[in-house]
């Protein structure tokens, strides 16, 4: 199974900041047909996860453009350029490539 | 609008088994994979599995191989998963999910 290790775990962040998010992957992450499936998912307290980003670095339909995604092969990352009150939650990274999908342990965004 | 709206929350006794329902629309059911989600109190996310309604291609995460059934209905655009030999370990939130849609979540509590 492909491991997704994700830095930091935990991220406190002042409001109109920037946080970043790391992901790595066991293994390369770029499918046969030459697509990387690398998600970022967000989820807020109390609800289920959202997509944020796609396939490294695409924009899910109504994502704020202060969110983007950026990395290959086995290394990523997610930021935020200027972190809001509504980002805090936990994010995920999870990898869709080979099944099992599997995700990274999450990394919980907090407000200082 | 895509919309996937699982059934209501259960209780159920150890070695009991739960089936949780996921009800789709606005999209062509038959056009993604249903992939059914674990999460813990407090913890992370883990995937169970997947049904292809195109083909029913299933695909299970080892962890759960044995006791999870996973099914699609094209006639109801609905699939299912069915956990079954229910443990207090089970108690968890189980979302359903396309490539890009989550469920709103399930809670399964095992309890004596």
């Known amino acids: 199974d492909i491991v997704m290790t994700q830095t930091p775990l935990s991220s406190p962040v002042t409001l109109g900041q920037p946080a970043s998010i790391s992901c790595r992957s066991s293994?390369?992450?770029?499918?046969?047909?030459?697509?990387?499936?690398l998600s970022w998912l967000q989820q807020r307290p109390g609800q289920p996860p959202r997509l944020l980003i796609y396939?490294?670095?695409n924009r899910f339909s109504g994502v704020p453009d202060r969110f983007s995604g950026s990395g290959a092969g086995t290394d990523f990352t997610l930021k935020i350029s200027r972190v809001e009150a509504e980002d805090v939650g936990v994010y995920y990274c999870?990898?869709?490539?080979?099944?099992?999908?599997?995700f990274g342990q999450g990394t919980k965004l907090e407000i200082k | 609008e895509v919309q996937l709206v699982q059934s209501g929350a259960e209780v159920k006794k150890p070695g009991a088994t739960v089936k949780i329902s996921c009800k789709v629309s606005?999209?062509?059911?038959?056009?993604?994979?249903i992939h059914w989600v674990q999460q813990a109190p407090g913890k992370g996310l883990e995937w169970m599995g997947l049904?292809?309604?195109?083909?029913?291609?299933?695909i299970y995460a080892e962890k759960f191989q044995g006791r999870v059934t996973i099914t699609a209905d094209t006639s109801t655009d609905t699939a299912y998963m069915e956990l079954s030999s229910l443990r207090s370990e089970d108690t968890a939130m189980y979302y359903c999910?396309?490539?890009?849609?989550w469920g709103q979540g399930t809670l399964v509590t095992v309890s004596s």
């Open positions: 999870m990898q869709g490539t080979q099944d099992p999908r599997t």
């Open positions: 606005g999209y062509t059911f038959n056009d993604y994979y």
């Open positions: 049904v292809d309604p195109e083909d029913d291609e299933i």
């Open positions: 396939e490294i670095s």
């Open positions: 999910a396309t490539k890009d849609y």
């Open positions: 293994q390369s992450l770029v499918h046969s047909n030459g697509n990387t499936y």
